[in-house]
């Protein structure tokens, strides 16, 4: 069955536009059986999920860069909740090592989780660019309502009544059981600054070491330069109805500190206040400022 565009579900109180989603496949995902040797790549939308699904995909490539020419990243890395993955799931080659991403927040999946040593890599991005990234990114989905104006977007992200709800409670349910799991968090931020440093860090967790020279293979085709010409990362092969790059780019620019061109002062000034009340006192130690 075909679902429109425009449709919505709403997932133990979280919006997802039902174009990819649909009761089962969220439900599914809440029961999902991790293995141990699974790697989970968790994000909230725009926070950097195809960039580290291609730094993933090379880790456990072996090598063999015909994947990373070939295959799209939502089929090397599918998204649990989506209504595509069992599909890419018994595709999977069982001598490989599972490697999902999905968008849910920790109460859905942490039950499940906890049952297994599965890997999970957190992806967290200053919450200004994720809003303005996720602002242009709904401009060209048609599977996410347009955005009426920047102003209102911004007050429905700060509220949390968004699509894939609240960013704050994304990143601190999830921020949370960083002791509870075997978690890694990694932000967009020391990725773009430290890119092999990052990285380095990113394969002891994973205990798949790499020589520099294979280290030098997945910085060249994890780069910003690499991903934006590539068919199988910059989503060009969604057809156009689904996703129009005329309105904006799927990757747009791959910066730090984008907001900045974005923002008025007023503007500014009100999300540091929810940013203070909501962040203020949560004990997370993340690594930017708010001005």
């Known amino acids: 069955m075909s679902r429109s565009l425009d449709s919505e579900e709403v997932f133990d109180g979280v919006r997802f536009p039902g174009y990819i989603h649909t009761p089962e496949s969220l439900q599914a995902a809440c029961s999902f059986q991790f293995q141990d040797t699974d790697v989970l790549l968790v994000t909230f939308p725009k926070s950097g999920t195809t960039w580290m699904q291609q730094i993933l995909s090379l880790i456990f490539c072996k090598g063999d860069l015909w994947p990373i020419h070939h ?66 990114f709904h401009r060209m989905a048609s599977f996410l309502p347009d955005p009426s104006s920047f102003q209102d977007f911004m007050d429905e992200f700060l509220q949390g009544t968004g699509f894939y709800s609240s960013w704050f409670d994304h990143v601190k349910g999830w921020l949370s059981l960083l002791q509870d799991l075997n978690m890694l968090l990694i932000t967009y931020e020391e990725l773009h600054q430290e890119p092999r440093s990052t990285l380095q860090k990113l394969t002891r967790f994973l205990g798949h070491p790499l020589s520099p020279q294979e280290e030098d293979v997945v910085l060249c085709h994890s780069s910003f330069a690499f991903m934006s010409q590539s068919s199988v990362t910059n989503y060009s092969l969604v057809p156009r109805e689904v996703m129009d790059p005329a309105r904006s780019s799927f990757m747009r620019k791959g910066v730090v500190g984008d907001w900045q061109e974005h923002f008025t002062p007023e503007q500014n000034a009100k999300f540091n206040a929810v940013y203070q009340a909501q962040m203020g006192d949560c004990g997370l130690h993340l690594p930017w400022t708010m001005d």
């Open 71 to 136: 295959r799209p990243n939502w089929a090397r890395m599918p998204w649990l909740e989506h209504i595509s993955f069992q599909g890419f799931l018994a595709q999977w080659d069982p001598a490989q090592p599972r490697l999902l991403t999905t968008h849910l927040h920790a109460k859905a999946l942490a039950p499940a989780l906890k049952k297994s040593k599965a890997r999970v890599v957190y992806v967290a991005r200053h919450p200004k660019d994720v809003l303005v990234s996720f602002y242009h």
